[in-house]
Every structure is written in C-alpha cells, then in structure tokens.
Nanobody, 128 residues
Framework: QVQLVESGGGLVQAGGSLRLSCAASGRTFSNYAMGWFRQAPGKEREFVAT????????YYADSVKGRFTISRDNAKNTVSLQMNSLKPEDTAVYYC?????????????????????WGQGTQVTVSS
C-alpha cells in the first residue's frame, strides 16, 4: 500500500521560504510521477509541480515557476518542494500525490484525477 506523508508546512511572512517534504513508502517509485497540489479555502485543488521519479523531468504551474523547486531523493524516498519568495496567495493546504506511469510519454501529469495516491496535506500560511 502506497503511503505519502507530508511535512514542513507552517506560518511564514511574505517573501520567506519553506521546504515541504513527502515521505513515500510501500512501492518502488521509479515508474511513478510525483506531484504537489494545493487547495485554498473555497477554491478548487490546483496543480503546483510534478516530477518524474526516475528521469527527474519537472514541470510547474505558471503561478509558482521561478519560485518553487520540486526534487526527489532516491536514497530517502522523499519528494521535496522548496518554496521561495512566498506570497499570501500561496496560502493553502499542500498535498503530495503519486501516480503510476504505464508508458512514458514525456508529458507532465497536472490533473488531480490522474493521481492515484494522496497524502493527508500540510498547511502553509503566508502572512502579508
């Protein structure tokens, strides 16, 4: 059974940084794409970033491009999201997600329904 556990959320001032981690277990994730999504109160869950575990390809939402960096650590089986230059509009619950890739096509996985496994979420609050 795949388990994803997020950590690293908290309260930060605008312009500050946070690093989220997602501990993944229950599978060998070399054939998986990992993603970060977020959901603010009253809003739909939205895509933030994704990484192909084995190839390391990354893709970002326009709203976070240049500020956030997704990465994975094969030895620790973790996926991280480094968030810099945070803005109040980044305030949301952040979720880690995983999806099995049957055939590699190179396209990024940006839709929530494409992901099979989800963590419980971690709150990020950015004060102005």
């Amino acid at each position: 059974q795949v388990q994803l556990v997020e950590s690293g959320g908290g309260l930060v001032q605008a312009g500050g940084s946070l690093r989220l981690s997602c501990a993944a277990s229950g599978r060998t994730f070399s054939n998986y794409a990992m993603g970060w999504f977020r959901q603010a109160p009253g809003k739909e869950r939205e895509f933030v970033a994704t990484i192909n575990w084995s190839r390391g390809n990354t893709y970002y939402a326009d709203s976070v491009k240049g500020r956030f960096t997704i990465s994975r650590d094969n030895a620790k089986n973790t996926v991280s999201l480094q968030m810099n230059s945070l803005k109040p509009e980044d305030t949301a619950v952040y979720y880690c997600a995983a999806t099995y890739i049957t055939t590699y096509s190179g396209r990024p996985y940006t839709l929530s329904y494409e992901y099979d496994y989800w963590g419980q979420g971690t709150q990020v609050t950015v004060s102005s």
